[in-house]
């Protein structure tokens, strides 16, 4: 945890930018769109993306201000055939998102639609809107446990672990994959209410589950300590070793292993495009750029981060340019590291692709990384063509892409930085209205 949070911090520099657009799209390369929708009605103490307490008013604009910016994307010449929309709540304004979703396919070659919400959303107005229009739903949980829901502050938001529940059985019918996007090794979770959690996800009826580690940023660290506790990473692994094992080992296992996190229910079968996608987009699509407030772009080697401020997003909008305040340009060394951790996050690395790609082999372009990972039994194979992983590669794997995310979450605190006056009490604040 330690090499990789170092590592993280020195590759993710955020350095100001004053481009007005993105750079133009690479002929032939696929990539995905990104569309940030950073409301909530509350702010729960973990997030660390862009996320504003929802006022009707300023989302409307906001929506009004995103569908124009997708526009500046299609003037650049780009086209997907994925969209992803994550937040913040993308399902807060129905209405707008369903308008915003028409538009992306009306402009581009759209094959399919994820989207991100939360348990309150798991109900008929909303699902209605939904339904044809987005193949992927993934509906925040993060657990059934009633306790923990109310440290999360998320009980009195979205009812019990059984109408969660409830909702999900009802709901997992009108997607093509409907995902229970939930957390393990909260302080205060117990191995018994880890081991309810995952009975539960097996019964509920979903496609897909995600299990990720709990990870947070400068920004959150003390709301997060405050009302959840200090995580315990050597019980991270023990956690781990069983929600893996449980959930996808053995003859007639409920789940398979599709990443290190991620499990697909047997016998799903494939999607629109392909494989099931996974809740990381990035693990499908290398390269996507990124709209809204807060969002954040990885193109040619290079991420992007949109301004946090509303304010200076709707100028920019206004003046017809994009709101970026900041790029983090990543070294070959980088990228390879990128590669080694996205594709063993995947769980195979396609040692062909790396050195087509980077001109060397991975054992000599990251002969560090290698020689650890073969010397503490990550790898189950190890040939010209490929790595895949032990039970306890896929721990490791786990860890950098914990303290990657983390360290995007640094970056984004380091964007969060920038703001003043009532954003930064809205962000910083209780979650109440100002």
């Not at 950073?38 to 300023?58: A, G, H, M, V, W």
């Amino acid at each position: 945890t330690g090499v990789i949070k170092t590592l993280a911090k020195h590759e993710l520099a955020l350095e100001p930018t004053t481009e007005a657009r993105l750079p133009a799209p690479t002929p032939g390369a696929r990539y995905m769109l990104y569309m940030h929708i950073p409301f909530c009605q509350r702010l729960c103490p973990y997030c660390s993306f862009n996320r504003y307490p929802f006022r009707e008013d300023i989302a409307r604009a906001y929506f009004d201000r995103l569908r124009r910016e997708m526009r500046m994307l299609e003037d650049l010449g780009y086209d997907f055939e994925s969209v992803y929309c994550g937040g913040g709540t993308p399902t807060i304004l129905i209405d707008e998102l369903c308008q915003t979703l028409d538009l992306a396919r009306d402009l581009f070659s759209i094959q399919e639609i994820s989207c991100e919400t939360n348990p309150n959303h798991l109900a008929k107005p909303y699902l209605d809107q939904m339904e044809g229009r987005i193949q992927r739903l993934s509906v925040g949980v993060q657990s059934f446990d009633d306790d923990l829901l109310r440290q999360m502050d998320r009980y009195e938001k979205y009812g019990s672990g059984r109408e969660i529940f409830d909702r999900i059985g009802e709901a997992a019918a009108r997607f093509d994959i409907l995902n229970v996007d939930m957390i393990f090794n909260f302080p205060s979770q117990t191995e018994s209410v880890l081991r309810r959690d995952i009975e539960l996800i097996k019964e509920c009826g979903c496609q897909q589950t995600t299990f990720s580690p709990l990870y947070f940023s400068r920004a959150t660290t003390k709301k997060m300590l405050d009302t959840l506790g200090s995580p315990d990473y050597e019980r991270e692994y023990a956690y781990y070793r069983l929600l893996d094992a449980e959930l996808a080992d053995g003859d007639g296992a409920a789940f398979e292993r599709r990443t290190v996190w991620t499990f697909n229910r047997a016998g799903c079968g494939f999607h629109a495009c392909g494989e099931i996608p996974v809740d990381e987009f990035g693990v499908s699509y290398e390269e996507y750029p990124a709209i809204g407030s807060g969002a954040v772009t990885h193109l040619g080697g290079t991420i992007y981060v949109n301004t946090f401020s509303l304010r200076e997003y709707n100028e920019a909008i206004d003046d017809g340019r994009m709101s970026l305040m900041g790029k983090a340009a990543l070294s070959k060394r980088d990228l390879m590291r990128y590669r080694f951790m996205q594709e063993l996050y995947a769980l195979r690395l396609d040692k062909k692709r790396f050195e087509r790609d980077f001109g060397v082999s991975v054992e000599r372009g990251l002969p560090v990384e290698m020689a650890f990972m073969s010397a503490n039994g990550a790898f189950a194979t190890n040939t010209a063509d490929e790595l895949t992983l032990t039970a306890k590669g896929r721990y490791y794997a786990l860890v950098m892409q914990r303290q990657f995310l983390s360290g995007l979450n640094e970056l984004r605190d380091q964007a969060r930085a920038a703001l003043v006056g009532p954003e930064r009490e809205l962000l910083f604040g209780d979650g109440t209205q100002s």
